[in-house]
């Protein structure tokens, strides 16, 4: 029997998603005589592209602008095939960033950590994982990822499902639709970006018996518009790379997407339509970002542009009932993350597919043969599938039993009587800058909480380049422990909480954003839990920190007292 075993780093990476990847190229790159290591749960590198493999599951944000700016080599082979990359592809980048790197040498692949403690005496943590492996590093760096601990809908009798059911970010490798779903009676729980998505893929394949589709909160979703990009094209775009992420730096999510600066006032009744009509038209996120600089913050200007996206989908959906169970009645457009499709409407309109409304009729129950509703209807299945989404943001830290400074766990909820003074209670995350956590010493996140999200390549490597930074002034200054002091910690919370409010529409919406999730225990009540802010605002605040001297973060070191 192999007894578990024990390592030690200068630097631990928790996952070997985008955020990983970047993270060990520039901390190798920086400090080459430094042992690092990343920790990975599955099989290959790829984080959020290696687990979501569910039919139809591609890049909604545009690949030109996704791909890594800083490995130069790699922008000028790596030829994107389509606008919008799926799945398989964008996996097989980075792949290919990581072999081309070298990185595969640094990642530990099949280990999941179950358990993290932090020695207070000589500043190290010590991970361990499902195996009873030790790994002890200075520092840690998690890559988490923030969308990467799914969860299944809490609803009775859903472990009793005898027919083949998963969630969609947990797909068979076994299952090829085209063949598996041939006279089967499919159906699907969840309308989010991945429904929406898994559902236009089922919707494509010929015999499938019946496809029942439970929806929940109907979501606005507009079109994706996707084309291939020929040699000729990609040669043209390779010449451009600058410019691209020269667009990206300059708007307030890193998408190649600004806000028209005209309210929606400002302009005639035919100039807004014009403009609408324009963005439906064109690919991509244009149509929820690129529009009139008041849609998210007024109120009418936002019920306008919605009775506009209304109606559209009016105009696809035949059935009248159908179309308008498919219009969100208690969100405006955009208020949500919003998910592109390329025919998600049309679907419904072959007979086949049916729209089951979980307003009008809710899910009493599941049992081994399917799904109950309060009409008496059994929806009977052969095949269950959740897109029931993500314990976001903070649900891949509670999935590590925390031993902090001063043995503190991570998270917990009031009512959890066996965790005592938690850093983040009822799941409510306090940073400073999103980059460090209290009581957490010598922890940087990469796209952790009180993070911008938008074009999540653009914020990791700015993320992984402040940390390198930090990491490079611990070095030099021999620092053997860096925490954020109480008072950053407060001010730059209440900052992110402030900014949620001045961006009223978007947080007076339950979704992951705002921290609800019906499936996990105590995450009911809203909270704040990424930066609503521009990425801009966000570098600027990061740098005057680099610039006074890391103001807000104290540093020790080793026996020693506190030195800034
Ligand atoms: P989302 O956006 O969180 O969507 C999850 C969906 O599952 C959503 O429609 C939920 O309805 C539905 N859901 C969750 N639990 C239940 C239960 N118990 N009963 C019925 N319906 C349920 O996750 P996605 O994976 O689609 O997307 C996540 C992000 O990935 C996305 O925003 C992109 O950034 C990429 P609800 O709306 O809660 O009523």
Known sequence: V???SHSSFDVVII????SGICSLYHLRQRFPSWKIKILEAGTDVGGTWYWNRYPGCRFDSESLSYGFSFDKEMLQEWHWKEA????????????????KNDLYKDIILNTRIKSAVWNDQQHFWTFVDELGNGYSARFFISCLGFLSSPTLPAIPGVETFKGESFHTSRWPDHIDIN?????????????????IQTITAISKVPNVKSLSVFQRTANWSAPLRNSEISVQQMDEHKRNYDAIFKICAETPSCFMHEADPRKSTDVTEEEKIALWEKKYNEPGFGKWLGVFSDTYIDRQANEEYSRFMADKIRARVHDKETAESLIPKNHGFGTRRVPLESGYFEAYNKPHINLVDLKKTPITSINEGGINTTDGKFHELDVLIYATGFDAITGAFNAIDWHAKDDRPLIA?????TKKNPIWPDHRPRTFLGLTAPAMPNTFMVLGPHQPFGNATRSIEHATQVIT????FCKDNGYTYVEPTEQAVQEWTDHVVDCSRSNTLVNEVDSWMTGINTNVKGKTERSVARYAGSAIEYRRRCEDCKASGYKGLKFYRDNSTADV
């Open 413 to 417: 909820s009031s009512d959890d009587k």
């Open 2 to 4: 192999p007894q578990p």
């Open 84 to 99: 919008f990359s799926p799945q398989p592809e964008t996996h097989k980048y980075i792949r290919r960033v990581a072999e």
């Open 469 to 472: 930074d930090l990491l490079a």
């Open 179 to 195: 063949r598996d779903f041939a006279n089967k009676r499919i159906g699907i729980i969840g309308t989010g970006a991945t429904g």
């Open 15 to 18: 996952g070997a998603g985008l």
